[in-house]
């Protein structure tokens, strides 16, 4: 189910969202015309932010975060979480008041509206899975987002969990890392999934998050690079483990 198809606390989202576009867009899409990507990457990061801040307490969501003493002061560096609910974002935008954020983000996400202009001023990149030429060009823009000094957002699972079974971590999703030599932030989610998709209706929540530290896949010779993804997948899913006191299971594919 879609959220942006539910009432209730929908129109509380909506209204940040709008707020986000119509305060925070004009100045990003400005700056970004001048050339200026630091004056964008401020604006977004402020209206990112801001964002959080006022749809938390109206969706009665609160945190519990570790190793925020591993959020770099500023990128750009590819964000791995794995993947639980479409809150994931909101999650990410209230850890990282400090760095901007884009996200690679399924395609269909994009025929919303109002999504798909947050998705312009935020940096995101649509993918549309199972098309191999598209999927070559999000690389591409991906990693030149990175190199001006971007920083990007991605789920290597593919799909929400919903709470249920994990999907493995995609080999493909640090390409970004790769080419374009920036670190890889490892990052493990916990409960955003009780906001919307356990019920499929808006309710109050409690996330936790742990932050770990960078993995240089910058530093790594080719070899250590082939098999980095299961490291990073591990480094996350224990930390899953950690938050819930339960195993992690996988959905083979």
């Known amino acids: 189910m879609n959220p942006f198809t539910t009432g209730g606390a929908l129109l509380r989202v909506v209204s940040g969202i709008n707020y986000f576009n119509s305060h925070s867009g004009p100045g990003i899409r400005k700056a970004r015309e001048e050339g200026d990507y630091a004056l964008a990457r401020d604006i977004q990061v402020k209206g990112t932010s801001r964002f959080a801040e006022y749809i938390n307490p109206k969706l009665k969501i609160t945190y519990e975060i570790y190793g925020q003493e591993n959020i770099p002061q500023d990128g750009p560096v590819l964000i791995v979480p794995n993947h639980q609910g479409y809150a994931d974002i909101l999650l990410i935008y209230s850890i990282f008041k400090h760095m901007q954020t ?44 990175l190199k001006r000094g971007d920083s990007l957002v991605i789920f290597p699972e593919g799909t929400r969990s919903k709470g249920g079974p994990a999907r493995h971590f995609k080999a493909g999703s640090l390409k970004f890392a790769q080419k374009a030599k920036v670190p890889v932030l490892p990052v493990t989610i916990e409960g955003t999934y009780h906001t919307f998709e356990e019920y499929g209706s808006f309710r109050p929540a409690h996330y936790k998050c742990i932050i770990h530290p960078l993995v240089h896949i910058e ?35």
């Open 102 to 145: 884009g996200f690679i983000a399924k395609k269909e996400l994009s025929k919303i509206g109002i999504i798909q202009k947050a998705a312009e001023y935020t940096g995101t990149i649509f993918l549309n899975r199972g098309d191999a030429r598209g999927a070559i060009q999000v690389i591409n823009e991906g990693t030149e987002r």
């Open 219 to 253: 530093e790594m010779d080719r070899r250590e690079q082939a098999s980095v993804h299961s490291l990073i997948e591990k480094t996350v899913f224990d930390g899953l483990k950690e938050l819930t006191g339960k195993e992690v299971t996988f959905i083979e594919e």
